[in-house]
């Protein structure tokens, strides 16, 4: 216990200190994690909306996919996406492999089925209705789509926060495509791995805390996003 | 095209597994006031989701001013942007008042000034005015309602299709809804088709009545005589309520 307590102790000395080490992990995880959420986000939401829109038994197949694709354990994850930037993958001509690039690649391939599926199940509740009214009322599909995302808007930014929470948090697959390198591409997750094997609690409890910080920071921004709904008049 | 002719169904039907709606012929004059009444299951909405392009007929020749459905979709939408509809269950924007009547104008591509004089009118008119700020989910039933139906009328529709507007509410609602619906017909010349359960409401506020029954129009005429002297035994029935349904 008292380990611990040190350790959580050694940690706000490293963050109140700004401790560049600690300051350049936890930039470089936030850019790959924003970056991933935000193409997670672009694919997810629009292929969701359209599938939360079409009669479940048109979808049934694809759903099954999905819904797959949302429990899929970041190892695998980072094992496909690995084989396909190593150097005898089909991508492997782009030298990704233990890049930044690889990571957030990896982490699309994560977050995308989550922000997909979650999307469909949440327009799926209210869509038809809603697209119904619109339509009624004058709008074009695009407009309808748009509304009915708009009127989603609850359930579509709990499928993104629970895509960024599960990218952020994840060691695996960004581990495997990364190679957690010093400087380029080491994360916090990777390095509270590391930090722990090596015994350097202070830096691993360090960056526990501002993952857990920082989460909660995201998703409080986001949750007060959702209290929108100003007039216009 | 005949004078005065909105709306001509000929030969229409809808059939999922089995056939719910058959029209043989149905006309509708410009500037009256529908009523289709009939039990639970007779196919009355089902009419109103095809003459609002919602639900495509299986069946049938539809002749909107005497012109044929317009196979491009754009003529499509130009065509349903001449009507609206407002469903039994209201659905209302999780926004304002205010952007909930603005938003057929704002798909139209109305301008903002044009909006706002066009919205600001339309809510002093029908007496909502001092909602226009409320969020629309903190809405009365009965309100809900006629921010609904000003919603579907702010663009001036030629046909207005309402679909069971009163049920579930209380009777200063029904009155405050039934004004609104007289007042849009005489003062915008809008033609209203609307379905309702209620025998009564349909007299007291129909020019014609439409009785349907399992998928079939039964009779059709003024309103008064429908209700005091009906041609079919079951129009009568269900005029005295002794239509078991």
């Known amino acids: 216990m008292s380990r611990l307590l040190e350790g959580v102790y050694e940690a706000f000395q490293l963050i109140v200190s700004f401790d560049p080490e600690l300051i350049q992990i936890v930039l470089l995880s936030l850019r790959i994690s924003i970056t991933a959420i935000i193409i997670a986000t672009l694919i997810g939401v629009p292929v969701g909306a359209i599938l939360g829109l079409k009669p479940e038994k048109k979808t049934r197949l694809l759903n099954k996919i999905i819904f797959t694709f949302m429990g899929m354990p970041p190892v695998v994850a980072g094992l496909i996406i690995y084989l396909i930037l190593s150097r005898q993958g089909p991508l492997g001509i782009l030298g990704l492999l233990y890049s930044p690039t690889a990571m957030v690649i990896a982490q699309v391939f994560l977050a995308s089925p989550i922000v997909m599926g979650l999307t469909m199940v949440g327009i799926r509740a209210k869509g038809s209705e809603i697209e119904e009214t619109a339509r009624s009322l004058g709008a074009n599909s695009a407009l309808a789509t748009w509304t009915v995302i708009r009127e989603s808007r609850i359930a579509i930014l709990g499928a993104i926060i629970t895509g960024f929470s599960r990218v952020v948090a994840e060691v695996g697959a960004v581990m495997i495509v990364g190679g957690n390198i010093a400087g380029r591409t080491r994360v916090m997750t990777t390095a509270i791995v590391l930090e722990t094997r090596r015994g350097n609690f202070e830096l691993a409890i360090g960056l526990g805390i501002i993952l857990l910080a920082l989460s909660f920071i995201i998703n409080s921004i986001l949750y007060n996003i959702q209290k929108g709904g100003k007039s216009d008049d | ?245």
């Open chain 2, 1 to 245: 095209m005949t004078d005065g002719v909105l709306l001509e169904l000929q030969g229409i039907s809808k059939s999922y597994n089995k056939e719910v709606l058959s029209v043989d012929r149905l006309t509708l004059k410009k500037g009256q006031v529908y009523g289709i009444i009939g039990p639970s299951g007779a196919g009355k909405s089902t009419l109103l989701r095809i003459i609002n392009l919602l639900t495509p007929p299986t069946n049938g020749v539809y002749l909107f001013e005497g012109a044929p459905l317009p196979t491009n979709g754009r003529e499509l939408l130009k065509l349903q942007r001449k009507m609206s509809l407002v469903f039994q269950k209201t659905v209302l924007f999780k926004d304002s008042v205010w952007n909930n009547v603005a938003y057929g104008l704002r798909a139209r591509g109305y301008q903002r000034e044009e909006v706002k004089e066009r919205v600001s009118h339309l809510l002093e008119h029908v007496g909502l005015a001092d909602l226009s700020r409320r969020r629309a989910d903190t809405l009365s039933g009965g309100e809900a309602q006629r921010v609904a139906i000003a919603r579907a009328v702010a663009f001036d529709p030629e046909l207005l299709l309402l679909d069971e507007p009163t049920a579930n509410l209380d009777p200063v609602n029904v009155e405050l809804i039934e004004n609104m619906i007289r007042t849009l017909n005489h003062e915008k010349g809008i033609t209203v088709i609307m379905v309702t359960h209620n025998g009564f409401q349909a007299r007291r506020i129909a020019d014609e009545v439409i009785f349907i029954n399992q998928g079939r129009i039964v009779e059709t005429g003024p309103a008064e005589k429908i209700f005091s002297n009906p041609e079919k035994e079951s129009t009568r029935m269900f005029i005295e309520g002794r239509m078991i349904f």
